[in-house]
């Protein structure tokens, strides 16, 4: 089994910026990619973005320019910088991880980001 752990998230004032993290333990073996995602009260849950196996990277539109999703392998880690928050960015932020088929494995339980403005 794997799992996934995230941290990072906490409260920031709009225009700032918060690294999160996603540690990866168990059977990391099986981990083809990451995906990042984030769900605020009352909406759904909208993808980030997600970063494979080689490091290639795809993003949503809303963070395109603002976010950068990168991993250390060594660490079994995947990171999500995101700079320059809005307020509407608050949300319970999470990673998952997916098999060489894309499928998803896990999900991580998730961390709060709450940006002030």
């Known amino acids: 089994q794997v799992q996934l752990v995230e941290s990072g998230g906490g409260l920031v004032q709009a225009g700032g910026s918060l690294r999160l993290s996603c540690v990866a333990s168990?059977?990391?073996?099986?981990?083809?990619?990451f995906g990042w995602y984030r769900q605020a009260p009352g909406k759904q849950r909208e993808l980030l973005g997600s970063i494979s196996s080689d490091g290639s990277t795809n993003y949503a539109d809303s963070v395109k320019g603002r976010f950068t999703i990168s991993r250390d392998n060594a660490k079994n880690t995947v990171y999500l910088q995101m700079n320059t928050l809005k307020p509407e960015e608050t949300a319970v932020y999470s990673c998952n991880a997916r098999n060489s088929r894309g499928i998803v494995i896990v999900w991580g339980q998730g961390t709060q980001v709450t940006v002030s403005s």
């Open positions: 168990g059977s990391t073996f099986s981990i083809n990619g």
